[in-house]
C-alpha cells in the first residue's frame, strides 16, 4: 500500500486538481494500490477560522465568506465534472454548506464558539475539497470513494490538537482498508486529512501538520510501503532558498535531520506528525504536484552516503535570549530544574539552552513576543536569590537570530564547529551563544540579526563545497588597472570556478562620474554599458555606506585609483570586516601610524589589507619582504630601481631624441602615475622605498626619505600636465648631457632607491657594466634585499614593474588569495 497525501496548494485550483488526478491515474496505470488523503483547498481553512470569529461577534458578513468559499468548490465541478453529472454534485456539496451555515447560525445566536464548535467548523475544509475531488475522480471511470476519517480516526476530546487512540484507530482503519480489499474493483480511498472523532462522535482536529498526521496513522496502521507528502516545491532544500538563493534540494535526509531542520523553521514538512510513520520506519517522499517528475525528497531512517558533512542549515530569524546569571548558581543543584519548572508551569516554549561549565550563568532563547512575560516570571520567581545577590538581573538581549547547522555527518567527523566560527568569524559575524546536542547532529549558533544573511550564505557557500565559494567585490576605478582587471576576471571565471572552486563576483562599481552597485553581480561582457545605464552619479560616501548595508559575506574592496581621498573608507570597511586590495600607494606612505593602524585593523578582524602591486606592480616583492620578516631575519639594506616609468625612459632615451616624447611613450604604455609627474619627481619611487622599509620593520616617516631631484626646478614646479611637458621639451638639452655624461664612462642612467642605516636616498646614478642593475631593459625593477639570512650575496626580484597587465595581475592574485583565505 503506497498512501498519497495532497496539501492545500496542490488541491487550490482547477489547474491543480487536474494534476493531482493525473498523479492518481499515473498510480493506477503502474498497478500500485493506493490510498490518498487531502487537505481542505488553499485558504480555506484560514477563512473558516474567521467565519467563525465573525459568527460570535454577530458579524453577519461571514455569510459572504461562506458563499465564496460555495464558488469555489461550485467552480471545481462545473469545470472538471461532465453536465450531466454536475446537478447531483452541486446538490451534494450544497447538502454541506447548509450544514456548515445551520451551525453558524446556531454560533451566532448563542455568540459562543467552544473549541469543539471549532473543530467541527474547520473540519468543513476537508470534507468539501475530498468530496469534490473524489466526484471528480470517480467521473474519469476511477473506481474511488470518499472516506470521512472520522469514521476512523479515533481521537480523545482534546479538541483543537486532539491525541489519537492507536489501538482503537488501528483496528478501525485496518477493518476498514480490509473490507475494501474485498469489495468488487477495490475502490481507492479518497480520505479527508486534518481531523477525527472521539468515541462519542465528536468531531476533532489533529492540530499542526494535521493532513500529514492523517497520512501518516493510516500509513502506520496499514504498515505501508511508502508516503508521498504532495507539497509545491521540489522537496526539502540545503536551505531557505529565499533568503540563501544557492539553496538545492537534498535527496535523502534522516527522519532525526528532518525533525532538528523543522524545528529551526524549515517549513516544508512538519516532522512530528509524521511520527507514526517514523516509528514504523516507513519512507517519506516530499514531492511536488507541480513538478512531478522532480525526484524530491526522501525522508528515512539512514540517508545513503552524502556528498557533504552537512545536510542543511536552517534558522528562526527573530529570537530573544534570556541570561539569568549570577555567582549564587555555581555548585547548586536544582537552580536550573527551578528554572525550566517555572518556564513549563507557565508553557513558555524554549528554543535553545545553553551553560557553560562553570555553571555561572544560563542563556536560553525564546520567542521575542513572551520576552516581557518571561522576565516578569522570573523576576517573581526568583525574587529571593536577586535580592540577596546570588542572581544578577534577568537579562534579556533582543534582536537576534538563530542558525542551526544540521547533519548527520557532523557526527563521525572533526572539524565541522572549527570551520563553522572559523567562516563567521571571517565575516564578522559575532557569535552570541552556542549550542549543539549530544547527538551532534545540530551546531545552533545565536548571532545579531543584521547579520543573518550574511552568515547564512557563507555558511552555505562553505559547507556545500562543490558549489565555488563566492567572493563578492566592489571596485573603485576602472581606468586603465580596473578595467584590465575586470577582463582579467571575465577571461578566468571558467577556470577558478571549475578548478580552484571560486566564483569571483563584481557587485559593484564606480568611476569618477557613475556608480552601479548589484548584489547579484554585474556581467563582465558589458559592464561598461551597464555602468553607463544603470549607474547614478558617484558618491564614494554612499558607495561605502551601500557596501556596509549589503553586509554580503566574503566581500573584498579593490581601490585602483590613485585617489587620496578614498584611503578614508579603507579602515571603516575593514572594521566592517571586508578586505581591501589596492595598487595605490596612497594609504602605505602617509604617516607611519595610519599605516599602522590599517594593518591592526585588518589583523583584529581577521580580514585582509593587500598591497602587493603597491611595489614592483606584480613581481612578488611585497609577499617576499613579508615572508622574509613572518620567518624571523632582519633587514639590513635594500638597493632598488622602483619605477617602471624611469626604467623605460634611461633605457630608451637616446641622444637627437625628445626626452619628453620618451615620456609620453611610458604614458601610453601604460607605466606611468595617473599624472606622469609622481614619476619623474621621484614621489613614486619615495613611497615605494617607503612602503619596503615599512614592511622590512622600520617604522620610517615620509620625511625620513631624501628625494635628490631629477628634474630641473622648472620642471618640478609645473602646473599642470601640458605644462610639465612643455618644460621637459624645453630642458631637453639638460637631459641629453646627464646621459652623455653616462655614456662617457661607458655607464647607464639608474633612478635608484636605497634603504640602510634607518635612512632611505632616492638619487638619479650612472652604473657600470659590473652593477647588477647595468643590465635591465623596458620597464623592469629590481630590487637587493641584503639581509641576515642573505648577507654574503643578496636576495634578488627582478622583471617588468609597471604596466596594465602586470599591475592587474598582480591586484587579481591579492584577490584570489582572499578566496583561498576565507576556504
Ligand atoms: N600603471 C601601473 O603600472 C601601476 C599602477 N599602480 C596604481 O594603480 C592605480 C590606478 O592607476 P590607473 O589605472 O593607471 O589610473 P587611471 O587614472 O587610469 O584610473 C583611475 C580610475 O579611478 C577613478 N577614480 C579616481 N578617483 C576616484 C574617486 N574618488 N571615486 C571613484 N573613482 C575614482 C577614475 O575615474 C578612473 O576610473 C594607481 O594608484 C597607480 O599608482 C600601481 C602599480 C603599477
Ligand atoms: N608608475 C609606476 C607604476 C607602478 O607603481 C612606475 O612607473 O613604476
Ligand atoms: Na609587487
Redesign the pocket.
Known amino acids: 500500500m503506497h498512501i498519497l497525501k495532497f496539501g492545500g496548494t496542490s488541491v487550490g485550483s482547477v489547474e491543480s486538481i487536474k494534476q493531482v488526478i493525473a498523479i492518481i491515474e499515473q498510480h493506477r496505470q503502474n498497478d500500485t494500490s493506493i490510498a490518498v488523503v487531502f487537505s481542505a483547498m488553499g485558504g480555506v481553512t484560514n477563512q473558516l477560522i474567521e467565519i467563525g470569529r465573525m459568527a460570535i461577534t454577530g458579524e453577519t458578513d461571514y455569510m459572504e465568506l461562506v458563499r465564496r468559499i460555495e464558488d469555489r468548490h461550485f467552480n471545481i465541478v462545473k469545470t472538471l465534472i461532465p453536465v450531466k453529472e454536475q446537478g447531483k454534485v452541486v446538490a451534494h456539496i450544497r447538502g454541506i454548506i447548509n450544514e456548515l451555515e445551520d451551525l453558524l447560525r446556531g454560533v451566532s445566536l448563542i455568540r459562543e464558539l467552544t473549541l469543539r464548535t471549532h473543530d467541527l467548523i474547520t473540519s468543513f475544509g476537508e470534507r468539501l475539497a475530498t468530496t469534490i475531488i473524489a466526484e471528480c475522480v470517480k467521473s474519469r471511470g476511477i473506481p474511488a470513494q470518499f472516506l470521512d476519517a472520522r469514521t476512523i480516526i479515533k481521537t480523545d476530546a482534546q479538541f483543537g490538537q486532539a491525541g489519537v487512540n492507536y489501538t482503537l484507530t488501528n483496528e478501525l482503519v485496518k477493518a476498514h482498508f480490509d473490507k475494501v480489499a474485498g469489495t468488487a474493483g477495490a475502490p481507492v480511498q479518497l480520505i479527508t486529512g486534518f481531523i477525527g472523532s472521539t468515541e462519542k462522535n465528536e468531531t476533532t482536529t489533529l492540530g499542526r501538520g494535521g493532513s500529514d498526521y492523517t497520512a501518516s496513522i493510516i500509513g502506520a496502521a496499514l504498515n505501508a510501503d511508502m508516503i508521498d507528502i504532495w507539497t509545491d516545491v521540489d522537496g526539502m532544500m540545503t536551505a531557505d532558498p529565499r533568503k540563501v538563493p544557492n539553496a538545492f534540494n537534498i535527496p535523502t535526509i534522516t527522519y532525526a535531520e528532518a525533525m532538528e531542520l523543522s524545528h529551526f523553521g524549515a517549513k516544508v514538512i512538519y516532522p512530528p506528525s509524521l511520527q507514526p510513520a517514523f516509528a514504523r520506519n516507513i519512507p517519506i517522499r516530499v514531492l511536488n504536484t507541480f513538478n512531478p517528475t522532480h525526484e524530491g525528497t526522501l525522508v528515512s531512517r539512514t540517508a545513503e552516503r552524502r556528498q557533504y558533512t552537512i545536510t542543511g542549515i536552517s534558522s528562526i530569524d527573530d529570537i530573544a535570549l534570556v541570561n539569568v546569571q549570577g555567582s549564587g548558581m555555581i555548585g547548586v543543584a536544582g537552580v536550573s530544574a527551578k528554572l525550566f519548572g517555572v518556564l513549563a508551569a507557565h508553557k513558555i516554549s524554549v528554543i535553545l539552552i545553553s551553560q557553560a561549565s562553570s555553571e555561572h550563568s544560563i542563556c536560553f532563547a525564546i520567542d521575542p513576543r513572551g520576552a516581557e512575560n518571561v522576565k516578569a516570571v522570573l523576576d517573581a520567581e526568583f525574587a529571593t536569590e536577586i535580592a540577596h545577590g546570588h542572581i544578577d538581573n534577568i537579562a534579556i538581549e533582543r534582536d537576534l537570530s538563530v542558525i542551526a547547522t544540521v547533519g548527520e555527518g557532523m557526527r563521525k567527523s572533526s572539524g565541522i564547529a572549527g570551520k563553522l566560527f572559523s567562516v563567521l568569524g571571517k565575516n564578522g559575524v559575532n557569535i552570541v551563544a552556542v549550542a549543539q546536542g549530544s547527538s551532534e547532529i545540530n551546531i545552533s549558533v545565536v548571532i545579531n540579526k543584521n547579520n543573518l544573511s550574511k552568515a547564512l550564505n557563507a555558511l552555505h557557500n562553505i559547507f556545500f563545497q562543490s558549489e565555488a565559494r563566492v567572493l563578492n567585490l566592489y571596485l573603485v576605478g576602472t581606468g586603465l588597472i580596473g578595467k584590465t582587471l575586470l577582463k582579467q576576471i571575465f577571461d578566468q571565471n571558467e577556470f577558478l570556478r571549475t578548478e580552484k572552486l571560486l566564483k569571483v563576483c563584481v557587485v559593484g562599481m564606480t568611476n569618477t562620474r557613475k556608480m552601479l552597485l548589484a548584489p547579484r553581480g554585474i556581467d563582465l561582457d558589458s559592464w561598461q554599458e551597464r555602468l553607463l545605464t544603470e549607474g547614478v552619479t558617484t558618491s564614494l560616501p554612499a558607495f561605502v555606506e551601500k557596501i556596509k548595508d549589503y553586509n554580503l559575506p566574503n566581500s573584498v574592496f579593490i581601490d585602483c585609483t590613485s585617489d587620496k581621498d578614498i584611503v578614508q573608507f579603507y579602515e571603516s570597511l575593514l572594521d566592517a570586516n571586508i578586505s581591501v586590495v589596492t ?1 595605490n ?1 596612497v594609504a602605505n606612505s602617509g604617516p607611519y601610524s595610519e599605516y599602522r593602524r590599517l594593518q591592526r585593523t585588518a589583523l583584529n578582524r581577521g580580514v585582509k589589507f593587500l598591497y602587493e ?5 606584480g613581481l612578488p616583492i611585497i609577499n617576499t619582504v613579508q615572508g622574509l620578516m613572518t620567518a624571523g631575519d632582519r633587514f639590513l639594506k635594500i638597493e632598488a630601481i ?7 625612459i634611461f633605457n630608451t632615451f637616446r641622444i637627437g631624441t625628445s626626452f619628453a616624447d620618451v615620456v609620453r611613450e ?1 604614458k601610453e604604455k601604460g ?3 595617473p599624472d ?1 609627474r ?2 619623474l619627481s621621484g614621489q ?2 619615495a613611497r ?1 622605498i617607503l612602503i619596503l622599509a615599512r614592511e622590512a620593520g622600520f617604522p620610517l616617516e615620509p620625511e625620513d626619505v631624501t628625494i635628490n631631484n631629477l628634474l630641473p626646478d622648472s620642471c618640478l614646479s609645473a602646473p599642470t600636465i601640458p605644462a610639465f611637458f612643455d618644460e621637459l621639451e624645453r630642458n631637453n638639452a639638460y637631459f641629453e648631457a646627464l646621459l652623455t655624461s653616462a655614456e662617457t664612462r661607458g655607464e647607464k642612467l639608474r633612478f635608484v632607491a636605497g634603504f640602510e642605516n634607518n635612512k632611505a636616498v632616492i638619487e638619479l646614478r650612472s652604473v657600470g657594466p659590473e652593477h647588477p642593475f647595468y643590465m635591465l631593459s623596458g ?1 623592469d ?1 629590481i630590487v637587493s634585499f641584503t639581509t641576515e639570512r642573505y648577507k654574503e650575496r643578496p636576495l634578488v626580484i627582478k622583471g617588468p ?2 604596466g596594465a597587465e602586470v ?1 592587474a595581475s598582480g591586484v587579481f592574485a591579492d584577490v584570489v588569495s582572499i578566496g583561498s583565505y576565507l576556504a
Not at 613 to 617: D, K, L, Y
Open positions: 595598487p600607494k602591486t603597491n611595489v614592483g606592480a622602483l619605477s617602471g616609468t624611469l626604467s623605460y611610458a607605466y606611468t602615475e606622469p609622481d614619476d613614486d619611487v615605494k620597464s625593477n614593474g609597471a599591475t
